[in-house]
């Protein structure tokens, strides 16, 4: 068993949107379903994601460090993230696009994921009262 996995849960449940749309593009570059929790302590472990175990749901408290080198990390391939304006349009079937939600447009702003329509939240207020701030484009590097 994952050590201190309650911990864990706490601060995926509260923090983790982003590593989980990253988790959803590659279930959908792999086409099969990932272990959610092993795979975001091994992230932890690499330093590949930024976790704070002694405050799990602080906003904070989880932060993807390198998204590209996440996505690498569980598919083998080489990515490329960028961040783009709300007003992006896709160029290609082969770009993944996650959306960021947010109340402000405001740097430092609370943000909340989604890949596409697929929310890992239920309900939550800055998609619902919020607005789409921007979004990450996720495709094979070249």
């Known amino acids: 068993m994952i050590r201190h996995i309650q911990t864990l849960c706490m601060g995926v449940g509260d923090g983790a949107c982003y590593a989980l749309s990253l988790i959803k593009v590659a279930e959908k570059f792999l086409g099969c379903e990932l272990d959610v929790l092993k795979i975001i302590n091994e992230a932890i472990e690499k330093n590949?994601?930024?976790f704070n175990w002694g405050t799990p749901t602080d906003n904070v408290a989880m932060f993807v460090n390198n998204p590209a080198e996440?996505?690498?990390m569980l598919t083998?391939?080489?990515w490329a993230v960028r961040?783009?304006?709300a007003t992006y349009k896709k160029y290609s079937d082969m770009e993944y696009v996650i959306n960021s939600w947010g109340l402000s447009?405001?740097?430092g702003a609370m943000r909340h994921f989604t890949f596409g329509t697929d929310d890992t939240?239920?309900?939550s207020p800055?998609?619902?009262n919020g607005k789409l701030?921007?979004?990450r484009v996720c495709r094979l590097a070249n």
Request: charged share 40%; aromatic share 8%; hydrophobic share 40%.
């Open 76 to 78: 083998g391939q080489k």
């Open 121 to 123: 939240l239920y309900a």
């Open 105 to 107: 447009d405001r740097e």
């Open 70 to 72: 996440f996505l690498q």
């Open 133 to 135: 701030i921007s979004v």
């Open 126 to 128: 800055l998609r619902i």
């Open 83 to 85: 961040r783009e304006d």
């Open 48 to 50: 590949i994601i930024k």
